[in-house]
Nanobody, 121 residues
Framework: QVQLVESGGGLVQAGGSLRLSCVASGSISSINDMGWYRQAPGKQRELVARLPSGGSANYVDSVKGRFTISLDNAKNTVHLQMNSLKPEDTAVYYC???????????????WGQGTQVTVSS
């Protein structure tokens, strides 16, 4: 069993900052990459940022220069530092990870339950 648990969401004024965290736990053999997606009301879920283990991060254009993704491999944790937040960043943010369970031959994508981020104008 593998679980992803997010934390750090909340309500913030425009221009403010939040830091999201996601911890992967369970029978994990390896984590290939971790990332963050978001879904605003009435919109499709979109990739916000993704960071392969040992690789370079990629971001959706709308958050470049404002958001930073980082991995703590020792703690199976991914963070998303969000600065200069805008009302259009309001969404449910989901953690996603590509994980190989112990004893498994292949990796699988796992999702967290989501954490609400609301940016007021």
């Amino acid at each position: 069993q593998v679980q992803l648990v997010e934390s750090g969401g909340g309500l913030v004024q425009a221009g403010g900052s939040l830091r999201l965290s996601c911890v992967a736990s369970g029978s994990i053999s390896s984590i290939n990459d971790m990332g963050w997606y978001r879904q605003a009301p009435g919109k499709q879920r979109e990739l916000v940022a993704r960071l392969p283990s040992g690789g370079s991060a990629n971001y959706v254009d709308s958050v470049k220069g404002r958001f930073t993704i980082s991995l703590d491999n020792a703690k199976n944790t991914v963070h998303l530092q969000m600065n200069s937040l805008k009302p259009e960043d309001t969404a449910v943010y989901y953690c996603n990870a590509y994980i190989r369970r112990m004893g498994a031959l292949m990796s699988t994508y796992y999702w967290g339950q989501g954490t609400q981020v609301t940016v007021s104008s």
